[in-house]
């Protein structure tokens, strides 16, 4: 594996740090205070444009700058999630490995596998252990068997 850059680093461990932060309940009550504040000062500058124009530049800017930090924090949560099925998969007997990073595929990859998965689901439905197959061409082998017609 490769050493991670220094900017990907800091921001990958900034990223982190201001999600927690901003995922707390503290970080919603002063979200909440500062909204009450400028509600209550309204009066104070006359609800002018100014007034208004303030809060929104300020929570504009804010989303625009979380949506760069949550999809950091994202990215790396989905990768680790990827990376533990990865590894039960390849750990489980049994197991399907051509299922390892189909997060790679394309939507009509994903909708073929899982018409596959439909399929073999409906297999399984026919017989007494669920468990059994991991495969449409075992389920069907299993299923002649079965029938006598294999």
Known sequence: MGKPSSISSKFDRFSGFVTRITGSPAAFTTALSVIALWGLTGPLFNYSDTWQLAINTGTTIVTFLMVFVIQQAQNKESMAMQLKLNELIAATKGASNRVIDIEDLTDDELRVLKKFYIKLSKLAEQ??????????????????FKKGTY
């Open 127 to 144: 017989s007494s252990d669920i468990g059994a197959t991991h495969s449409i061409d075992e389920a069907e082998r299993n299923e002649a």
